[in-house]
Antibody, heavy 121, light 107 residues
Framework: EVQLVESGGGLVQPGRSLRLSCAASGFTFDDYAMHWVRQAPGKGLEWVSGISWNSGNIVYADSVKGRFTISRDNAKNSLYLQMNSLRAEDTALYYC??????????????WGQGTLVTVSS | DIQMTQSPSSLSASVGDRVTITCRASQSISSYLNWYQQKPGKAPKLLIYAASSLQSGVPSRFSGSGSGTDFTLTISSLQPEDFATYYCQQSYRTLHTFGPGTKLEIK
């Protein structure tokens, strides 16, 4: 059974940093690209960042570029999101998401339950 | 970036109704369009990928169609468990984008 379990969320002051982790199990982690998607309270889904299976291709939403860094450790079956210079608008539930390979359209086929990040003084 | 819009933003319907939700992309995305269902307090769930392919385990009352810039999600006969928020997503560009969502409520 595919499982994605996020951790590392919490309350942080504006301007500070936080590192999210995602532990993957139930599949061959290094066969898949992975992403972070966030959802502010009461709002819609926002794609944040994605990383290819070998970390060779990394992309970011404009809203986080230069502040967030995505990475992965295939030996540990883990995905990470280093978040620096946090702002109030980064407050959201952060989901770890697997990019499927069933078709070229690469849907997001498995989602974790999310970890909540609250940026407030 | 590719912008996604959805209509309507909310919809009231009854059990047994046929419902259609529309998604439009700001440029052609071929069939790189996926649909997700999200219930309150839960993670999104993949329903339809590649515009019209049903994800394994998803009931056949759900269907998707379209290509290019215009897409639809149809629920042929609403069931109580279908009341949720639905999002479209483009995966044509590596900078993925979601639509703003359509909240489907019980009439």
């Amino acid at each position: 059974e595919v499982q994605l379990v996020e951790s590392g969320g919490g309350l942080v002051q504006p301007g500070r940093s936080l590192r999210l982790s995602c532990a993957a199990s139930g599949f061959t982690f290094d066969d898949y690209a992975m992403h972070w998607v966030r959802q502010a309270p009461g709002k819609g889904l926002e794609w944040v960042s994605g990383i290819s299976w070998n970390s060779g291709n990394i992309v970011y939403a404009d809203s986080v570029k230069g502040r967030f860094t995505i990475s992965r450790d295939n030996a540990k079956n883990s995905l990470y999101l280093q978040m620096n210079s946090l702002r109030a608008e980064d407050t959201a539930l952060y989901y770890c998401v697997r990019e499927g390979t069933i078709t070229a359209e690469r849907p997001f086929d498995y989602w974790g339950q999310g970890t909540l990040v609250t940026v407030s003084s | 970036d590719i912008q996604m819009t959805q209509s309507p933003s909310s919809l009231s319907a009854s059990v047994g109704d046929r419902v259609t939700i529309t998604c439009r992309a700001s440029q052609s995305i071929s069939s790189y369009l996926n649909w997700y269902q999200q219930k309150p307090g839960k993670a999104p769930k993949l329903l339809i990928y590649a515009a019209s392919s049903l994800q394994s385990g998803v009931p056949s009352r759900f269907s998707g169609s379209g290509s290019g810039t215009d897409f639809t999600l149809t629920i042929s006969s609403l069931q109580p468990e279908d009341f949720a928020t639905y999002y479209c997503q483009q995966s044509y560009r590596t900078l993925h984008t979601f639509g703003p969502g359509t909240k489907l409520e019980i009439k």
